[in-house]
């Protein structure tokens, strides 16, 4: 008789799925050492592996506003230098240089002062200027001149405002006074130079071409008036109409002001003469009004003073459009 102890037991083999591969013969599982009835076999634990963790990236030391503080501080290859009014200077220039317009208004003003010039200048003779000034052809071409001076002081600043381009030259430089600053003195100084140099070569043109002994020779105050003095008063109309152009921001509407600024001062007398009570207003006026100013400036007349009240006055209104100008730039969203 074989007891339990002597019995070898043989573990079942599973059956085999309908899906996996053939296997070999069954196995018989290991023979366990015998035991007392009354003892149970150990409990063996499961191995015990620890979750995996989530990666989480090293945050690096140094301050937040440091996007390279893990890495160290960095330092620019650039030298990073204070920006001042002279950098002002050089982005305007390069602007106003760079456009069409500043190439044909100018281009236009100085075919103007200079053609219609030298035409008067070529179709009169001696005796013309027996009680004139030899300087005299350049007053007729500064008329119509003027009118493009106007037109490229209102587009200096309103062609930035139609295309945006406002937006980044205000974010490059946020001291919006020192941007207006270079675009007023760039531009009276391209203006004044174009505008004087213009009316320096018609005057010593004209000289050159009647200096008869029936020529009166014009004195050092009509040149000076001719050729600096009118050229004050043709870029101080354009300076004036840049501070418009930056206190209505639309080139047609800054346009259409400016033209009336020139021009109804020398139409509105007419009619304000026919008045009695108006009569004192309109030949004051007249008297300020630009075509009367260019011709004191000129000296035409005996009988007008030498301009340079109208060249006051002018200078007077220009600096309050330009402080108005300056504080709206100041407020106003662009």
């Known amino acids: 008789m074989t007891t339990p102890y002597q019995h070898q037991s043989q573990a079942p083999v599973p059956p085999q799925g309908p899906q996996g591969p053939p296997q070999g013969p069954p196995q018989t599982a290991p023979q366990m050492p015998p035991q007392a009835p009354h003892q149970a076999a150990p ?31 960095y330092t620019s290859p650039i030298p990073v230098r204070r920006t001042h009014l002279g950098n002002a200077l050089a982005s305007e220039w390069t602007k106003i240089k760079s456009v069409r317009s500043t190439i044909w208004t100018l281009g236009i003003m100085a075919a103007l002062v200079l053609g219609i010039g030298l035409l008067v200048s070529a179709t009169t003779n001696d005796a013309d200027y027996r009680t004139l000034p030899t300087t005299l052809p350049g007053f007729f071409g500064t008329l119509l001149g003027q009118l493009c001076i106007v ?39 391209l203006s004044f130079t174009t505008t004087t140099v213009s009316l320096a ?35 101080l109309l354009g300076l004036l109409s840049l501070a418009v152009g930056a206190i209505l921001r639309h080139s047609a509407g800054a346009i259409t002001t400016m033209l009336g600024v020139v021009l109804l001062p ?69």
């Open 43 to 73: 409990h063996q634990a499961a191995p015990h592996h620890p979750a995996p963790q989530a990666y989480q990236q090293p945050v690096p030391s140094g301050p937040p506003s440091q996007p390279y503080a893990g890495m160290g501080p």
């Open 151 to 189: 037109t490229l002081g209102v587009l200096v600043i309103t062609s930035e405002y139609g295309t945006g381009m406002i937006r980044t030259t205000l974010t490059a430089s946020p001291q919006r006074s020192r941007v207006l600053t270079a675009k007023a003195l760039v531009f009276f100084a």
């Open 201 to 235: 070569l018609v005057a010593y043109a004209s000289m050159g071409m009647h200096s008869g002994p029936e020529v009166t020779e014009p004195t050092s105050d009509q040149i000076l008036g001719a050729t600096v003095g009118a050229g004050l008063y043709v870029s």
């Open 266 to 334: 020398a139409i509105l007398p007419a009619f304000l003469m026919m008045s009695d009570s108006l009569r004192d207003l309109g030949r004051k006026m007249l008297e300020y009004s630009s075509p009367q100013s260019l011709a004191s400036l000129f000296r035409i007349d005996e009988g007008l003073n030498s301009g340079w009240p109208q060249l006051s006055a002018l200078a007077v209104v220009t600096a309050a459009a330009m402080i108005a100008a300056y504080a709206l730039l100041e407020k106003r969203d662009v």
